[in-house]
């Protein structure tokens, strides 16, 4: 009994402090451009989550009960968005950051996307089909976004939702 009761603690502690150096490396990047930068950062945790998805009926008419799953699947999230106050924060410390996430965290690049000067990485650290910690580096001309997500996010849960926008029609907006 007392040796699972270690192991248990230990592992505790092993995922604790793997959480805490990716949001560490997050917060050293947000704390290092805070004085050329207009900055925001915000955290919730996984109380209100659970709050939100709660909220959320169960209307299949609306295709609320999938914002449900998605809500009642994240632990925990946390925003930094920063605008730079001269000119953009450079690409390439946007660029120095992934590339510790990926040599000294070990995630994984899920998506890239570039469009009119505006990257959107997606990177993800998680165990076999669960996308667990999900990091999102997102620039535009002047600001960056960094988004870090705590989930017990399956794949077969992002496919749901993919399939789910693929089937519904297409309404246009008038007024």
Do not use: W
């Amino acid at each position: 009994m007392k040796h699972c009761l270690v192991l248990s603690l230990v592992a505790f502690l092993f995922l604790t402090t793997s959480t805490q150096a990716q949001d560490r490396l997050l917060s050293q990047f947000y704390h290092a451009h805070r004085g050329v930068a207009v900055t925001f950062k915000i955290g919730v945790g996984s109380i209100p989550m659970r709050f939100v998805a709660n909220m959320i009926p169960n209307d299949s008419k609306n295709n609320s009960a999938d914002a449900k799953l998605l809500f009642s699947k994240i632990r925990k999230i946390k925003i930094y968005a920063m605008e730079g106050y001269d000119g953009p924060i450079p690409t390439s410390d946007l660029l120095k950051l992934k590339k510790k996430l990926i040599d000294k965290e070990h995630f994984d690049v899920l998506m890239e996307v570039r469009d009119h000067g505006s990257f959107v990485h997606v990177l993800n650290k998680g165990a076999d089909d669960e996308l667990g910690n999900v990091v999102l580096l997102i620039q535009d001309e002047k600001d960056i976004v960094m988004v870090h997500l705590h989930t017990s996010l399956k794949v077969d849960d992002i496919n749901m939702l993919i399939n789910e926008f693929n089937t519904k029609p297409k309404t246009t907006a008038s007024l």
